[in-house]
């Protein structure tokens, strides 16, 4: 039951209409920055906090008062999959990140700009070359996403077609048995990666930790790091791609600024950031000790999810929340906060940044392909199954 209030409840508060939160999200995000979802049925029953302000939120991720691993039932459960860093606290969290956060320089990002450039160019080039009407979901986002990622982690081209449906039918298959399938083969390939770059680190993702930290970081860490990015920048920046081509037909004239005035391209990183959202909240974090948030006391053992949607609409409340890269720049909590804070955030924005304006200078008149009905929404995270345009 517990489980079902931490996970199922909040998965279905941030349901969308479009890009917006559902009104029972804004009934709550209107009662105060901290709710309960619901406390167990019996004697000092644990109670599972929803938190929709800016603060609480930030007050929550960045305090050691709280445990970011995995639950089972309400309760931490003690272990994380090895190598994926949002399951972890301090000590393994600090020792794991210091080990990989250098391949994430910001050297290194502006030394693999000129790629990412390359590979956006080439997918304009293919879906220009292809012709409309086109699903920009697998041609535009998983394209740009999983290329992009493959070549950061040093994954060879002839291999990553096939990794990336590996990754894609592990996320979106009905079935569970193919699921649990397409993940398995996933992660032998992610291990025999691991392997090769122990023999030979290149200057990739991989070769970048093995040479500095290689002594310090086990096959399975490293593979689990690697299998953390892969998913996160294919997954996550390829749903942010499609949103962000979804947004572009239903605002054409905020992009037109965009092609105008490329000075505003830092104002509209931010804003489009933060209105989209595409990963609306935290996992469940587990109270260590009592704590007051929000002037609501949240007791050793609770639990808090952190509605990062709800925070980055805090301040732009009713007509306001809209998309507006001319608006005054806010402080968004996209990539989270805190020691957790998204360990890739420089690479998928240099992504973001160089696809979504590209796109708009390409395709200007970039339009739904069919009636509105034929674009496809998937649940939370926030997800474009499928997007027909034309142009």
Same mark, same amino acid.
């Given at each position: 039951?517990?489980?079902?209030?931490?996970?199922?409840?909040?998965?279905?508060?941030?349901?969308?209409?479009?890009?917006?939160?559902?009104?029972?999200?804004?009934?709550?995000?209107?009662?105060? +920055?901290?709710?309960?979802?619901?406390?167990?049925?019996?004697?000092?029953?644990?109670?599972?906090?929803?938190?929709?302000?800016?603060?609480?939120?930030?007050?929550?991720?960045?305090?050691?008062?709280?445990?970011?691993?995995?639950?089972?039932?309400?309760?931490?459960?003690?272990?994380?999959?090895?190598?994926?860093?949002?399951?972890?606290?301090?000590?393994?969290?600090?020792?794991?990140?210091?080990?990989?956060?250098?391949?994430?320089?910001?050297?290194?990002?502006?030394?693999?700009?000129?790629?990412?450039?390359?590979?956006?160019?080439?997918?304009?080039?293919?879906?220009?070359?292809?012709?409309?009407?086109?699903?920009?979901?697998?041609?535009?986002?998983?394209?740009?996403?999983?290329?992009?990622?493959?070549?950061?982690?040093?994954?060879?081209?002839?291999?990553?077609?096939?990794?990336?449906?590996?990754?894609?039918?592990?996320?979106?298959?009905?079935?569970?048995?193919?699921? *649990?399938?397409?993940?398995?083969?996933?992660?032998?390939?992610?291990?025999?990666?691991?392997?090769?770059?122990?023999?030979?680190?290149?200057?990739?993702?991989?070769?970048?930790?093995?040479?500095?930290?290689?002594?310090?970081? *086990?096959?399975?860490?490293?593979?689990?790091?690697?299998?953390?990015?892969?998913?996160?920048?294919?997954?996550?920046?390829?749903?942010?791609?499609?949103?962000?081509?979804?947004?572009?037909?239903?605002?054409?004239?905020?992009?037109?600024?965009?092609?105008?005035?490329?000075?505003?391209?830092?104002?509209?990183?931010?804003?489009?950031?933060?209105?989209?959202?595409?990963?609306?909240?935290?996992?469940?974090?587990?109270?260590?000790?009592?704590?007051?948030?929000?002037?609501?006391?949240?007791?050793?053992?609770?639990?808090?999810?952190?509605?990062?949607?709800?925070?980055?609409?805090?301040?732009?409340?009713?007509?306001?929340?809209?998309?507006?890269?001319?608006?005054?720049?806010?402080?968004?909590?996209?990539?989270?906060?805190?020691?957790?804070?998204?360990?890739?955030?420089?690479?998928?924005?240099?992504?973001?940044?160089?696809?979504?304006?590209?796109?708009?200078?390409?395709?200007?008149?970039?339009?739904?392909?069919?009636?509105?009905?034929?674009?496809?929404?998937? +649940?939370?995270?926030?997800?474009?199954?499928?997007?027909?345009?034309?142009?």
């Amino acid at each position: 039951m517990f489980e079902e209030i931490n996970v199922v409840h909040a998965l279905e508060l941030h349901r969308r209409n479009r890009f917006d939160p559902m009104p029972e999200l804004r009934s709550l995000m209107a009662e105060g +920055p901290m709710t309960s979802l619901g406390t167990e049925e019996h004697p000092g029953g644990r109670t599972a906090w929803l938190a929709t302000g800016l603060d609480e939120v930030r007050q929550v991720l960045g305090s050691d008062k709280f445990s970011a691993r995995l639950i089972y039932g309400g309760t931490a459960a003690g272990i994380a999959w090895p190598g994926f860093l949002t399951q972890y606290d301090p000590p393994e969290h600090t020792r794991l990140r210091r080990l990989v956060a250098p391949a994430f320089a910001v050297r290194r990002m502006q030394n693999f700009r000129p790629r990412v450039d390359r590979v956006v160019e080439d997918t304009l080039d293919t879906i220009e070359a292809t012709g409309g009407p086109l699903d920009f979901v697998p041609h535009f986002g998983w394209s740009i996403a999983t290329t992009a990622t493959c070549d950061f982690l040093g994954i060879p081209r002839d291999d990553q077609a096939d990794l990336s449906r590996c990754l894609h039918a592990s996320r979106t298959e009905r079935s569970g048995k193919r699921r *649990t399938a397409a993940g398995n083969k996933f992660m032998t390939y992610m291990n025999k990666a691991t392997a090769r770059t122990r023999r030979d680190p290149g200057d990739d993702m991989f070769g970048v930790v093995v040479r500095e930290h290689g002594d310090e970081i *086990t096959d399975a860490e490293l593979t689990g790091v690697a299998a953390f990015v892969m998913g996160a920048g294919a997954d996550q920046v390829a749903r942010f791609l499609a949103a962000g081509a979804l947004l572009m037909v239903d605002a054409p004239e905020q992009f037109a600024l965009l092609r105008e005035k490329p000075e505003t391209i830092p104002d509209w990183l931010d804003e489009v950031t933060r209105y989209l959202t595409t990963d609306e909240k935290t996992h469940p974090r587990i109270a260590l000790e009592d704590v007051h948030i929000g002037g609501r006391l949240v007791r050793a053992g609770d639990t808090v999810t952190c509605s990062l949607l709800a925070a980055n609409r805090w301040s732009f409340p009713g007509p306001e929340d809209r998309f507006d890269i001319t608006r005054r720049r806010s402080e968004h909590l996209a990539f989270g906060h805190g020691i957790h804070h998204c360990l890739g955030r420089s690479l998928a924005e240099l992504v973001f940044r160089a696809a979504i304006p590209a796109l708009a200078h390409r395709f200007p008149t970039l339009r739904p392909a069919e009636p509105d009905r034929a674009i496809r929404f998937g +649940p939370p995270p926030f997800d474009v199954e499928a997007l027909p345009l034309d142009w």
